[in-house]
């Protein structure tokens, strides 16, 4: 079961800010005449529900909108974006480059832009909306998307892409791998491919309003090759930045990563 933050966040944002705005205009109203019938002397306290609920709305409607419009974190829980993304990266991702969006409903209130091929997207799982998922655009409405002998092609073209050489990252387990660099129009990236892994090929075109997503570790992710294409409306924002690194095999933090900017 996940935990849906952005339901919390609205309704202590909403709880908070009730509760402070029927105090300001019912209930301390009602204190001050109490206390002036009683022959006046100092303001009288407030209950502490209210303290609270004024002192926590700005800090919640903050964040709130921060979180909902502008930049949101997200941790990487899996290697299917090896070797651009490694487990334990958070990255920020833009709320607002495909469109302002309410929180909670995630209905589209204000049209932006829309993802181009190389973008990094961040996005609720079309077989499970509630799990967020990070994978990159390759194919975007219209694309005819072939995927086969590890090898990408869009519309009928290679996507360019260098010779491979023995991967030589911090994860053990994907020693054999061979890491290419492919391009997607302007956008240069590594990917990682197991020469052992049998090809999932795929060729279909993108609908309308859809895009077709792989992992950069291509032989080792579910993405759209396995459950189709992610429509416009799972979209939640596109991943620009790792801002913070948990390295769990060293127990501390990779300060090397922290800063990067998303290719």
């Known amino acids: ?39 006046g002397g ?12 004024r002192s926590f709305f700005p800090v919640f409607l903050i964040v709130l909108l921060l979180r909902s419009f502008l930049v949101e974190p997200f941790r990487i829980p899996s290697g299917s974006m090896m070797p651009t993304l490694l487990i334990g990266d958070f990255v920020l991702v833009n709320k607002y480059d495909y469109g302002i969006r309410l929180p909670v409903l995630n209905l589209k209130i204000i049209e932006n832009g829309t993802p181009e091929r190389g973008d990094i997207i961040v996005f609720r799982y079309p ?55 492919e391009r997607l129009g302007t956008v240069e990236h590594s990917i990682l491919v197991d020469p052992r892994r049998p090809d999932r090929e795929f060729s279909s075109t993108v609908p309308e309003h859809h895009y077709f997503v792989l992992g950069d570790n291509r032989d080792n992710s579910r993405d759209s090759r396995f459950w189709g294409f992610v429509p416009d409306r799972n979209l939640i924002g596109r991943a620009f930045m790792i801002w913070m690194n948990w390295d769990w095999k060293s127990g501390g ?7 990067t900017i998303l290719e």
């Open 42 to 53: 100092e303001r009288p306290a407030e209950p502490l529900l209210v303290e609270y609920a």
């Open 127 to 181: 077989e499970d909306p509630s799990v967020p998922y990070i994978k990159r655009v390759v194919g975007v409405p219209g694309d005819r998307v072939e995927y086969r002998d590890k090898v990408l092609y869009i519309n009928g073209e290679e996507m360019p892409h260098e010779p491979s050489a023995a991967y030589a990252g911090p994860e053990a387990v994907l020693v054999g791998n061979l890491e290419q660099r």
């Open 1 to 39: 079961m996940n935990f849906d933050f952005a339901a919390l966040l609205v309704l202590l944002t909403a709880g908070s800010g009730i509760i402070w705005a029927f105090d300001v205009w019912v209930t301390a109203p009602r204190r001050q005449r109490r206390q002036a019938a009683a022959g």
């Open 253 to 259: 933090i990779a300060w090397k990563r922290i800063g």
